[in-house]
C-alpha cells in the first residue's frame, strides 16, 4: 500500500511540473551577437596577383593571390606559410600601384597546402585610402562576360 500512494504522489508531482511548465512562459535562449568586423566596402576578386614580403626585410619576396580587399584589409592566398611574420608588406596593380603595410591577423591552411592570410592594413594616409577606394567601387561596378 506504501508503494500505491508513494507512486501515486509521484505521478502527480510529475503531471504538476509538466503542466505548469507548459503554462509558464517559455524562456528562450539568446545568443549573443558578433560584431561585424568588417567596417569597410570589401570587394572579391578571383586572382588579383601580388607580390609580398616581410615588412622588417626587403627580402625575399614571394607572389600570392588577393581574394578579397577593402581599405582596411584583404585575405591572402599563398602557397607559402609564414609562420614569423607578424607584418607584411604587400604590392599589387590595380589601375594605381599600391604598397600597403598591415599586420597578419589570421592564419588558415586550406585544402592543396594553400595558406589564407586576414591581413589588417596599418592605417593608410588619406589620399592613398581614397585612391584605394575608388579603385575597388569603380572595379566593382565592372561587369563580368562570362
Same mark, same amino acid.
Not at 72 to 76: A, D, E
Given at each position: /500500500?506504501?508503494?500505491?500512494?508513494?507512486?501515486?504522489?509521484m505521478?502527480?508531482?510529475?503531471?504538476i511540473l509538466v503542466l505548469?511548465? =507548459?503554462i509558464s512562459p517559455k524562456k528562450t535562449k539568446t545568443l549573443p551577437k558578433k560584431? =561585424?568586423?568588417r567596417t569597410a566596402f570589401r570587394l572579391s576578386l578571383l586572382d588579383q596577383v601580388c607580390w609580398f614580403h616581410d615588412s622588417a626585410s626587403e627580402q625575399p619576396v614571394y607572389k600570392g593571390a588577393i581574394r578579397d580587399i577593402s581599405i582596411?584589409? /584583404?585575405?591572402?592566398h599563398s602557397n607559402l606559410e609564414l609562420p614569423d611574420i607578424n607584418e607584411i608588406t604587400v !604590392?599589387? !596593380?590595380m589601375g594605381e600601384f599600391f604598397v600597403l603595410t598591415g599586420q597578419i591577423k589570421r592564419r588558415k591552411l586550406? !585544402?592543396?597546402d594553400?595558406? !589564407?592570410y586576414g591581413i589588417h592594413f596599418n592605417p593608410l594616409d588619406p589620399k592613398t585610402e581614397q585612391t584605394l577606394f575608388k579603385v575597388l567601387w569603380d572595379k566593382s561596378k565592372e561587369k563580368i562576360v562570362v
Open positions: /500500500m506504501t508503494y500505491l500512494v508513494l507512486a501515486i504522489c505521478a502527480a508531482i510529475f503531471i505548469v511548465k =507548459n560584431p =561585424n568586423r582596411t584589409g /584583404m585575405k591572402l !604590392e599589387f !596593380e586550406l !585544402e592543396n594553400l595558406f !589564407e
